[in-house]
T-cell receptor, first 117, second 113 residues
Framework: DTGVSQNPRHKITKRGQNVTFRCDPI?????LYWYRQTLGQGPEFLTY????????KSRLLSDRFSAERPKGSFSTLEIQRTEQGDSAMYLC???????????????FGPGTRLTVL | GENVEQHPSTLSVQEGDSAVIKCTYS??????FPWYKQELGKGPQLIID?????GEKKDQRIAVTLNKTAKHFSLHITETQPEDSAVYFC????????????FGAGTQVVVTP
């Protein structure tokens, strides 16, 4: 399968615990995005990477959230001291941005559903 | 920043009829407009997209139209089938957004046999 993969698919945790999610983008895709989706809403942008560089973070991303893409391939999203309001679907997307183009098709993974009790 | 509004929030159609979903955007600099289909428990799947230098694009039973002057774009699904039942999201991206997408709130489409 050459699509975007995310692990775990589901995570249940207690308030105050730390959680980490992993995203493996489509091979050779140079751009990777994280979005958050709550029930009945569209995905909301959190952050994105161009290769290994994190270029933008949304104001939605509090200091409890951190994302990395150490070698420009897979990425991790960590949430420290989880709160009930963090319960959501966390989606990862990747794209191949070609020279001279600012945007290209984003392909989404299946998401990680986080439930904070 | 960009704001995308999507209507209707729910849409019920008989199998074989057409479905139309409309979105408006606020930033005239927006230049890329994808549509995604999301089934329960899955991530969004791209079904069609259009760039601002094109007014219409078709792919089999799916078409998208763009009116830059009015700042709205629409998804048209013809000859609907039960497997078209899902939540559909429109999105917009603008020149200096570096690809990040602003999504609408979604339309729940139900196709009844």
């Amino acid at each position: 399968d050459t699509g975007v993969s995310q692990n775990p698919r589901h995570k249940i945790t207690k308030r105050g615990q730390n959680v980490t999610f992993r995203c493996d983008p489509i091979s050779e895709h140079n751009r990777l995005y994280w979005y958050r989706q709550t029930l009945g809403q569209g995905p909301e942008f959190l952050t994105y990477f161009q290769n290994e560089a994190q270029l933008e973070k949304s104001r939605l991303l509090s200091d409890r959230f951190s994302a990395e893409r150490p070698k420009g391939s897979f990425s991790t999203l960590e949430i420290q001291r989880t709160e009930q309001g963090d319960s959501a679907m966390y989606l990862c997307a990747s794209s191949l941005v070609r020279l001279g183009r600012l945007t290209d098709t984003q392909y989404f993974g299946p998401g990680t559903r986080l439930t904070v009790l | 920043g960009e704001n995308v509004e999507q209507h209707p929030s729910t849409l019920s159609v008989q199998e074989g009829d057409s479905a139309v979903i409309k979105c408006t955007y606020s930033d005239s600099a927006s230049n890329y407009f994808p549509w995604y289909k999301q089934e329960l428990g899955k991530g969004p799947q791209l079904i069609i997209d259009i760039r601002s230098n094109v007014g219409e694009k078709k792919d089999q039973r799916i078409a998208v139209t763009l009116n830059k002057t009015a700042k709205h774009f629409s998804l048209h699904i013809t000859e609907t089938q039960p497997e078209d039942s899902a939540v559909y999201f429109c999105a917009a991206s603008w020149a200096d957004s570096w690809g990040k997408l602003q999504f609408g709130a979604g339309t729940q489409v139900v196709v009844t046999p």
